[in-house]
């Protein structure tokens, strides 16, 4: 399944890496074994493996201690499936020039493939000290390390791959496979050391509110709550269940008892302000969310609910503050449209004609620039299912009207 | 729990999501607001939670009590509507076309002082076809003895095309009330012969159309003293090629509701244009709406149209409510021109600047300050929307100020208006619900296809109350429904409601509210000026130091048309203070009523020209 996944992957680094080599000795080749290589060369760029593999077996009859020959013999016998073959020749070239740039990559690649995944191991470790910013050797490394069901180690090394190349789909899959495998060992040994832990139900309970079953992700985190009810966290996790299931007094409970564990707690402050002001209850609402930015004034949404809290509060020129601080590109988009919202409804209420068309231009532009993304969306997965074998969509019992 | 555990490990369910910065779950945080994430061709709020009453029914067909006040009776088969039923297409409902339902209207085509009932019906696909007779609409003569007989047929009034909407007006001022119903196809103006008979003379007229109309809405927009027209239009469909999940030209999230496949649209289909007819005088009327700027160049999907005076300056403007997509509002400038005022009066979006799915409009004065205040249905997953008005046509959503949001939000809504259903002097506020997408009774998501009526009892300080269900009374009644009209069906000062069902015979919600106050309507008759029937008139009344507002108006609710009579409930009090008219033409009329708990007729610049005392000597309503 791997060599499915890195098979382009492989062959594009096999055709870079046969090119290197080809312009670092090109040069010093007599006239038919120069012939040969650049044939090898070619057959590798058009993906013929087996002319590849018998140009370079040529190449080596005229220079048989070119390392960069049984390099690319090496490469070519990969490709071409021959994978013993290909380790041999990979050796003989390690063995001819010791430090041979990517030989060990490869070596380590092939002994993956063959499934000696230590050797591999060995190799690639070697590989990523000699050439400690390549991405793929780290890549390479973390693939092997979890076929050795060692997530942690294979964490480390596709941590350094993604952080030396943070682009690459294939070291974000295996990086997120492999901080997956690590969640799952850590819950697995949760669960066997006490299944009736608050740290268990706390589990269950994200998982439930992560599925949006709501109901069963509050009475999870009534049970944690039960099991350890000072624990930090678990009245805020408790309310945002409440509040998704729409229990408005729950969560408004659940909140406060987090802030009573708590009191520095600015995010349970400013859902808590949110949701009372949500609630028409902006009195108690206000000095929450200002409770809550001044203990972290990053969290730009409270300022949608503030300046929501001082209109019902009828002090528009507040609200009017807090609302343009709402639109700071550090705040959610949703509410950051809403806000430029809210200004135009209020200035327009201020009869502030122009500051009110100001704002719902900006709200329209932002508005239409976010529903074109979404149809772009659409349309892209649209195309993408139509690429998909075509089902009937009409039910067999239907009469064409 | 080991194995609970150890699925949600093995689906990965536990890590797929990135922590976000405000919640530790990873759950989605509660304090942003949802982005539509049920992509449905209809649905534009977020996903909310399911919820259920005791006996695991959705809340939209449950949540009854034995006990508690008896407002309502489904009264429809002993008044005879349930000799006919709604039919549109299939019931499984794969396309939009047969999922809009019909709306209703009230008119006294007779002139006999009672209330009569249009039903406006859909049809099949092999009546479109010509290989069946297709379902007739239906026109319910008030037999003034708490029944009804269908006349449809005698009277010409068939239809017998794809029905949507219905909506009244004497456009000719003869005095009699004409019907203009709209259709996908062809649309028909049914002028009155004054015999018990109409005559379509949409063709004629120049208003037949030919796409798909929905909500028509009458107005004199000009002032020049005749009704010129307002139609809707839905969306651009051909029934032959009707849209299909997954075609080229139609994306597959606009066929799904919660990620279940359901009918296709309204989004990801064209929208149709809008049309507004000037009442030429000489029984035809000219497409002015491209002049005029009020033709839907956005391509939103019109459902519910109303003329109303808005910025209270006399003239009628024009509010459209569209499914999924920005409501209209055009203020009238008052020389023959419209303004734009769609986002900039807050009338567009909902109070977060969230386009939703718009069915129906209701208008009225809620709060007796002399403002026209609106409310708009929407889907499920969505609050339907109260706009407060400031009374300069500036509109503020305060759904959850005035205690409408929330429990609305699992219901789909249609037919909406605003009624004193125990003539205490302040309007309460009725919904009609009913899903679009029969597949909702196959999943646990808290709703249903067939829902049930909603009424919020005004609490007179801007709050809201939701009256009980109680079993075996008109709120308890559950069904498809679309359409909903408003009027004094009897005679007798209650306001009931007429409801049509998509599939289904009518509901008839018969007002038997037990309160004993005092109330009072008026038939508003306009003069050389004004339109007859006097749509556009707005009268204030004055009893006991408390102004209420009434408005003459043709169409708003979902398709609909409510009774012309401007009705007042007076609480305790026996004797009216004060009447003032403004009557389309500018005129201001003031009137001192000698006599309440009757039904009064108008006349611009007569004053009370008719007393038919039909109840004199009876007191107060029941």
């Known amino acids: ?401 | 729990m080991q194995e609970v555990l150890g699925a949600m490990l093995s689906a990965g369910v536990l890590l797929t999501a990135p922590l976000s910065a405000q919640t530790r779950s990873g759950a989605p945080d509660p304090s942003v607001p949802q982005e539509s994430t049920a992509h449905a061709g209809m649905a534009t709020g977020g996903v909310h939670p399911a919820e259920f009453d005791r006996e695991h029914r959705p809340i939209t067909a449950g949540g009854f009590v034995t006990t508690g006040p008896v407002i309502f009776l489904n009264a429809a088969k002993e008044a005879g509507l349930t000799t006919w039923h709604h039919e549109a297409g299939a019931p499984d409902k794969r396309f939009i076309l047969e999922a809009n339902g019909a709306g209703v209207a009230l008119l006294d085509y007779d002139n006999d002082g009672w209330l009569d009932i249009y039903m406006v019906n859909g049809t099949t696909y092999d009546a479109l076809d010509g290989k069946a007779t297709p379902p007739h609409a239906a026109l319910f003569h008030n037999n003034h003895d708490g029944t009804f007989t269908n006349v449809a047929a005698q009277a010409g009034v068939t239809n017998d095309r794809w029905g949507y909407g219905a909506v009244v007006a004497d456009y000719d001022n003869d005095g009699w009330p004409d019907l203009y119903v709209t259709n996908y196809g062809k649309n028909r103006l049914y002028h009155n012969n004054h015999d018990g008979t109409f005559t379509d003379v949409a063709e004629k007229a120049g208003v037949a159309l030919g796409s798909w109309s929905t909500g028509a809405t009458f107005g004199d927009y000009d002032g020049d003293g005749r009704l010129d027209l307002f139609v809707a239009g839905y969306l651009e469909y051909d029934v032959r090629q009707p849209p299909v999940s997954g075609s080229k030209a139609m994306h597959y999230s606009s066929c799904q509701f919660r990620g279940v496949p359901v009918m296709c649209g309204p989004q990801g289909i064209r929208g149709e244009l809008d049309h507004l007819f000037h009442n030429n005088g000489d029984g035809t009327f000219t497409d002015v709406s491209e002049k005029l700027g009020v033709s839907n160049p956005h391509r939103y999907y019109g459902l519910g149209a109303l003329f109303v005076d808005v910025n209270n300056d006399g003239k009628p403007d024009l509010v459209v409510a569209d499914d999924s997509t920005p409501n209209y509002l055009y203020i009238n400038k008052g020389n023959g021109t419209f303004e734009d005022q769609s986002y900039a009066s807050g009338f567009a979006l909902n109070g977060d600047g969230r386009e939703m799915a718009n069915m129906g409009i209701a208008a009225g004065d809620y709060q007796n300050n002399g403002h026209m205040d609106l409310v708009t249905t929407t889907f499920s997953d969505d609050y339907k929307v109260v706009f407060e008005n400031d009374g300069t046509g500036n509109l503020n959503d305060v759904s959850y100020k005035v205690g409408v949001a929330i429990p609305t939000i699992p219901f789909v809504g249609f037919g909406d208006g605003f009624l004193d259903f125990d003539n205490d002097g302040w309007k309460d506020l009725l919904f009609v619900d009913g899903h679009t997408y029969p597949e909702v009774d196959k999943e646990a998501w808290g709703t249903s296809y067939a829902q049930r009526p909603l009424l919020f009892h005004n609490l007179q300080h801007g709050k809201f109350e939701l009256m009980p269900a109680v079993e075996g009374t008109g709120l308890a009644a559950v069904t498809v429904a679309r359409g909903a009209a408003f009027g004094d069906l009897f005679n007798n000062g209650k306001i009931d409601v007429v409801i049509n069902n998509v599939d289904q015979v009518p509901v008839l919600l018969r007002n038997v509210n037990p309160d004993h106050h005092h109330w009072v309507e008026l038939k508003l008759i306009g003069g050389s000026k004004s339109p007859r029937d006097a749509v556009g008139a707005t009268v204030y009344l004055t009893a006991s130091g408390m102004r209420q507002r009434g408005d003459v108006l043709s169409g708003g609710s979902y398709l609909s048309s409510n009774d012309f009579r401007v009705h007042f409930g007076l609480g305790d009090v026996a004797t009216v203070d004060h009447v003032e008219i403004h009557w389309p033409s500018g005129a201001v009329e003031q009137l001192k009523l000698s006599a309440v708990d009757r039904i009064l007729i108008v006349e611009e610049g007569k004053g009370i020209t008719e007393d038919p005392c039909r109840h004199c000597g009876q007191g107060r309503a029941n």
């Open chain 1, 1 to 401: 399944m791997l060599t499915d996944v890195f098979g382009h992957w492989l062959r594009s680094l096999t055709i870079a890496l046969v090119l290197q080599l080809c312009c670092q000795i090109g040069i010093a080749q007599d006239g038919d074994a120069k012939t040969w290589f650049e044939q090898g060369n070619d057959a590798i760029r058009k993906g013929d493996a087996t002319a590849a593999v018998r140009d370079f077996q040529e190449f080596l009859q005229l220079r048989p201690e070119s390392a960069e020959g049984y390099f690319n013999l090496g490469l070519a016998l990969q490709s071409a499936g021959q994978l013993e073959d290909s380790l041999t020749a990979l050796h003989k070239a390690a063995s001819l020039q010791p430090g041979l740039h990517g030989v060990q990559l490869f070596t380590g690649i092939v002994s993956y493939k063959l499934n000696r995944l230590s050797a591999a191991h060995d190799e690639l470790v070697s590989e990523t000290r000699l050439e400690p910013r390549n991405a793929a050797g780290w890549m390479w490394l973390g693939v092997v390390e979890l076929a050795r069901e060692h997530a942690d180690a294979a964490a480390a090394a596709l941590d350094k791959a993604v952080a030396l190349d943070p682009t690459n789909l294939d070291i974000l899959y295996h990086r997120g496979r492999a901080h997956l495998l690590i969640s799952k060992e850590s819950y697995s040994a949760m669960f066997k050391l006490n299944p009736d832990s608050s740290r268990v139900y706390e589990v269950l309970g994200q998982s439930d509110a992560e599925a949006y079953r709501p109901d069963e992700a509050i009475a999870d985190f009534q049970l944690a709550i039960r099991a350890a009810p000072h624990q930090p966290g678990l009245n805020e996790e408790l309310g945002d269940a409440c509040w998704t299931a729409g229990k408005f007094q729950e969560a408004d409970d659940a909140y406060a008892q987090e802030i009573k564990n708590d009191a520095s707690n600015a995010v349970t402050l400013y859902k808590l302000g949110s949701l009372r002001v949500t609630r028409s209850d902006a009195a108690s609402g206000v000095p929450l969310l200002e409770r809550a930015l001044a203990l972290d004034p990053t969290i730009s949404d409270a300022h949608y609910y503030l300046g929501k809290g001082e209109v019902a509060l009828g002090k528009n020129e507040l609200a009017i503050e807090h609302f343009r601080q709402a639109t700071n590109p550090r705040g959610t988009e949703q509410l950051r449209i809403m806000s430029w919202y809210q200004l135009a409804i209020l200035y327009r209420n201020l009869h502030r004609t122009q500051e009110a068309g100001e704002a719902l231009a900006a709200f329209v532009k932002m508005k239409a620039a976010r529903d074109q993304r979404q149809q772009n969306k659409f349309e892209e997965q649209g195309r993408r299912r139509d690429q998909l074998p075509r089902q009937e969509t009409i039910p067999a019992t239907a009469d064409p009207p």
